[in-house]
């Protein structure tokens, strides 16, 4: 679906769309699942349009010591059964439809930032960087930097990278429906036993994912790490302080017709607290060491429609 008037084009490198990008009057077309609706419906009448599904330096993964790199051509089918990160793997799992997740890109996801974006709550948790290529060299750039600022529009986001998985990780969501609907709420929860420290990332009450910093800096003093385990108590005060934060939260999501965003915030709390209890409950047995970091799949996360129609936790 290509605006009247609009030129396609379908460069096979990132040198050469890169190099159509550089007086920054282009749109970009991976999936599709943003743009093409909007073309749809005459909501953007682009002068040109860069496919990049031809791309294929933007369709690797790969893997060092310490770091794994996902292309921004990759989809989230591409990610589902990853076992590099399990996390991650899990996320992509609960993204839209099998439609959504067979189109829709990593790099989708970082030009539409949604506030609510299910793999920005996750890359948010785990620190990772954004790779942005332009027409004056290479950039990387914290992700939650990108998401305050974006891209230039002559640049072109061509990877991200994120620590390698080093303890337990899950990925909470409330929706009106598992995976299919948007997501309400989230938390993205990653315990790293090496560096002794807890990252938590909540999405649904702010402008962008956001971190409850006080949170984390209480649970990463109440971990024992030699057992890498939280006392009940502890766990409840954590879903507590990420309520707290929820509502001190710059740039707050307004109430919709659905819910508040006191029970945005009431909410981000509870699968804070949930995650918590399930990632540091305690040493897994070594035949269950496979589960440990994987989040929450479409028949265990935590999403419930009530007979009136509003969400429950």
Known sequence: MIAAGARLY?????ADAVEVLADGDAEL?????????????????????VALRRVLELRSRGAGADTLIIGAG?????????SLSPGLAATARVVGSPQIR??????????????????????????????????????????????????SPTELVTAVRLPRPCGPQ???????????????????LVVDRVRERVNCAISGVAGRPMRPLAAEEFV???????????????????????????????????????????????????????????????????????TASVTATPSTAPVVSAPDGRLRV
Not at 10 to 14: E, F, G, I, N, Q
């Open 170 to 188: 899950l990925y909470l969501k409330v929706g009106s429906r598992q995976a299919a609907s948007a997501t309400v709420v989230s938390c993205a």
């Open 102 to 151: 067979n189109a829709g890109t990593v790099g989708g996801a970082l030009g539409t930032a949604n506030p609510r974006g299910d793999l920005l709550t996750f890359l948010t948790a785990v620190d990772a960087e954004v790779v942005l290529r332009g027409v004056h060299g290479m950039r990387t750039v914290p992700v939650g930097s990108f998401l305050d600022a974006g891209a």
């Open 10 to 14: 379908r460069p096979l490198t990132v």
């Open 29 to 49: 077309l991976a999936g599709g699942t943003d743009l093409v609706p909007a073309l749809r419906t005459g909501r953007r009448r682009p002068r040109r349009i």
């Open 74 to 82: 990759v989809t989230y089918h591409d990610l589902v059964g990853w």
């Open 220 to 290: 990463r003093d109440q971990v024992d790490w030699s057992t890498a385990t939280l006392s009940a108590d502890a766990v409840i005060r954590f879903g507590e302080l990420v309520t707290e934060a929820a509502g001190i939260a710059v740039d707050p999501l307004p109430d919709d017709l659905l819910v508040s965003a006191a029970y945005r915030g009431h909410a981000a709390g509870v699968l804070a607290a949930r995650a918590a209890g399930r990632c540091l409950s305690g040493p897994v047995r070594s035949r269950d060491a496979s």
